[in-house]
């Protein structure tokens, strides 16, 4: 989720508070002295700078971790965080998949569909199974990022497919990706987008079609 803010804006904000913790013990030691910079003094305020800057990593690491979503849930703060900021996508998501293949009757191929999301400021991971069994898939790259030339949201992600019994038309594993547009009102989250996949495409059966996402309450 980190992708979503300025990273370059991140970088200097933790450089800055990260400068004036040092900055501050070498004061503190400078001024329990002469007056005079050394490298006895340097060396001095390293080791009180050392520990401060342990203790304030630790926090943005347990914010980022966990913390973060007390803000997120707070009643008024929460939904514009939700909204401008980043949305949070934990939970599962219930779907439809809307496939361009066409199945032994003539007729396109539906699927509902389960996606668990589990994000957090430093990472995103997700899985997805079709409800019917016949497919499991492991995502091995995701991301959530912000449009910013119009604020739009998009969750994007490649996975691994397993077929454990394949049909004779089928592949035991392939491969595929989709992008979904995040869209947020007063009462839902919902995703919606396309995606595509390498299978049999040999033989001309790669398929590609609608995904729709919504979180389950």
């Not at 979503?69 to 707070?74: A, E, H, S, V, Y």
Request: charged share 20%; proline share 3%.
């Amino acid at each position: 989720m980190w992708k979503v803010f300025p990273k370059l804006g991140l970088l200097k904000l933790l450089l800055f508070i990260f400068s004036a913790l040092f900055l501050s013990a070498l004061i503190l030691i400078l001024g329990q002295s002469s007056g005079e910079l050394s490298w006895d003094n340097f060396y001095n305020s390293l080791k009180i700078s050392s520990p401060i800057t342990l203790f304030f990593c630790s926090i943005i690491f347990v914010f980022g971790k966990w913390g973060w979503r007390l803000f997120w849930k707070l009643p008024f703060l929460g939904n514009i965080l939700h909204k401008a900021v980043c949305p949070d996508l934990n939970g599962k998501w219930l779907g439809v998949v809307h496939s361009n293949y066409i199945d032994a009757d003539g007729k396109k191929v539906t699927k509902e569909v389960e996606l668990t999301i589990r994000a957090n400021l430093f990472e995103i991971n997700l899985s997805l199974r079709s409800l019917d069994g016949y497919q499991d898939s492991k995502v091995i790259q995701s991301e959530l990022y912000k449009d910013p030339r119009t604020g739009t949201f998009y969750l994007s992600y490649v996975f691994e497919a397993s077929v454990p019994i394949p049909e004779e038309t089928d592949d035991r594993v392939f491969e595929g990706a989709a992008k979904l547009e995040i869209f947020i009102d007063d009462e839902n989250t919902f995703m919606q987008g396309t995606y595509w996949t390498n299978r049999a495409w040999q033989r001309s059966k790669n398929t590609a079609g609608l995904i729709t996402m919504k979180l389950k309450s």
